[in-house]
């Protein structure tokens, strides 16, 4: 059925005087947990969500049996945690571990063997991805490692407070199915962490609520209760804003983007861009200023914008409140400009939503969406690759790319979860560059920026799970399965971008390679951006 747009229309010919917009915006979702700070300190609780959010199962539908552990655990703006009654929950037959041991220089490393025995499945005997655990002496791989060599190298690691160790080590009891090792070691995970305190430390905190929750109800009980009170949509939009500045990788997508498009349509007079994530319109703001000053004068200029519902309660509104700032903008600058809404989500977008109209050039815009949308892993209807075919139907002069570098679509849980540690772990030490340690906003901004991402990759399943990213080796194969091929992109967006990043850290990186630039941090890839047409 044909959805009606709305339309908003600009001659050029007029201008204003307020300043050009300040809205900018990163993909957000809402809270995960209610974090109340006060003179008492900062109270998370992973174990219980019933406080804030609405959890459908009870405790005769969790999925492992509750041995008496605490329900809370308590962070202290200025301590690591607040100890908690039976937090030391050792198994009693491990009091004397030297009882237990069977005096093998490698038992320490039962858990790199298993992380070894994965990672060498996935990507070969040769990849070094999991040495960060530093573990060294590891078994044979075909070493039976027996019940009680298991539980003294548990002991050993908790006693090395490695908190990346536990973590996955808490995840593999979860993947094999070992609940008791699970409850002992959330209730020592809960000593660990804390949402003031080192990344690691703060990711761990949203890792092991992912956990929990994962236990605590299946399927889209899950996803209920994750739905907890959020902050006041002027709240959220500022919580985007911040991390849009403290983190390059937003505007580095939207620049490579800009860039690639504003090459394709250098000569055309009437340009149409789809966004199919338009969020606040931010991302237009430079372009529509860069087409103004054109040689020969601006383009006529139609978005038509596509909504999601984290960005609308943001702003508080519909896309109408977009289309009425950027038109403002356009005047302005004196381009000809129009907006129209899709009415329609991105999976359900049919050609007659666009408005396409004969004789202007189309560019397409998928900056930060495409991982959002099921393909055929999730059911029958791989709405990835049918946006890509339609897509393609339009001809457009160019498509712009932008994703998160990351593995967490079809991969199993275990790999997804150090996959999905490895990956936010970067994107947290990064935030500590430019947002103090003790900023309160920090903690607003990963909680309701960055956490919710975390507990729905690694808690949720099937449809309910809509953090599927996939690596641009996986895009390309979709692109060029739906008869696209890459269109370059110019090395004075490269310069542009790495100008940008010296406002930031060396620790940043920035590689161009098969086409792609891929924005890093410490070498880790954390977003890649390319076009096609």
């Known amino acids: 059925m044909q959805t009606s747009q709305k339309k908003t229309i600009s001659d050029g010919s007029r201008r204003y005087g307020d300043q050009p917009m300040q809205y ?29 959010c609405t959890l459908e199962s009870s405790s005769e539908t969790s999925a492992y049996p509750v041995h008496n552990s605490p329900s809370t655990a308590s962070f202290s703006p200025n301590e690591s945690v607040v100890s908690q009654p039976n937090s030391q929950s050792y198994p009693s037959d491990l009091q004397d571990s030297s009882e237990n041991a069977c005096g093998s220089p490698t038992s320490e490393s039962y858990v790199t063997h298993k992380l070894r025995e994965l990672e060498t499945a996935m990507l ?14 590891m078994p044979g791989p075909n070493q039976i490692v027996s019940e009680a060599e298991k539980w003294k190298v548990l002991v050993e690691m908790m006693s090395r407070g490695d908190l990346k160790e536990a973590l996955c ?27 003031t305190g080192e990344p690691i430390q703060r990711l761990g905190a949203y890792m092991l609520e992912g956990l929990v929750a994962r236990l605590a109800s299946s399927g889209s009980s899950i996803y209920n209760a994750l739905r907890c009170k959020e902050p006041a949509g002027a709240d959220l939009l500022s919580y985007m804003l911040l991390l849009y500045e403290a983190c390059p990788y937003f505007k580095f997508g939207y620049m490579s983007a800009n860039g690639a498009i504003a090459d394709a349509m250098k000569d055309e007079i009437s340009v149409h861009i789809i966004d199919f994530q338009i969020a606040q319109g931010s991302q237009w703001v430079t372009l529509i200023q860069a087409l103004a000053a054109r040689p020969g004068g601006p383009p006529r200029i139609r978005i038509t914008g596509i909504d999601d519902s984290t960005s609308a309660y943001a702003r508080g ?5 977009v289309g009425k700032r950027l038109l403002k903008l356009a005047e302005s600058y ?44 999730v059911g029958t209807q791989n709405h990835r690759d049918r946006l890509l075919r339609l897509v393609k139907s339009l001809s457009p002069k ?37 947002l103090p340690r003790e900023n309160k906003e920090r903690i607003n901004v990963e909680q309701h920026c960055l956490a919710r991402e975390v507990v729905n990759i690694i808690a949720c399943e099937g449809a309910e799970r809509v953090e599927r990213h996939e690596p641009l080796g996986k895009w390309r194969s979709r692109f060029e399965m739906a008869g696209f091929t890459p269109y370059p992109l110019s090395s004075f967006v490269n310069s542009t971008i790495k100008i940008l990043l010296e406002n930031y850290s060396e620790k940043y990186t920035l590689e161009e390679r ?17 076009a096609w047409r």
């Open 24 to 52: 900018q915006e990163s993909y957000c979702w809402p809270p995960i947990q209610n974090i109340d700070a006060g003179s008492q300190g900062m109270h998370l609780s992973p174990m219980t969500f019933d406080q804030n």
């Open 124 to 137: 070969g005997p040769d990849s070094d991805n999991l040495d960060m655990y530093n573990m060294t002496a």
């Open 169 to 195: 080590s808490c995840a593999l009891a979860i993947a094999n199915g070992d609940m008791f090792t699970v409850e002992w070691l959330m209730s020592e995970l809960r000593q660990m962490v804390s949402v």
């Open 317 to 321: 509104g519909g896309l109408d409140i």
């Open 334 to 377: 004196k381009v000809p400009f129009e907006f129209h809404t899709a009415g329609v989500s991105a999976s359900e977008i049919q050609i007659e939503n666009l408005g396409i109209q004969p004789g202007e050039a189309v560019a397409v815009n998928f900056a930060l969406t495409l991982h959002h949308l099921p393909d055929e892993s």
């Open 398 to 434: 160019v498509v712009t790319l932008v994703e998160q570098e990351s593995n967490t679509n079809t991969v199993p849980f275990f790999a997804r979860f150090v996959e999905t540690l490895n990956y936010y772990l970067a994107i947290f030490e990064s935030i500590d560059v430019t």
């Open 514 to 530: 098969d086409g792609a630039l891929f924005l890093g941090w410490m070498n880790r890839p954390l977003v890649a951006s390319c």
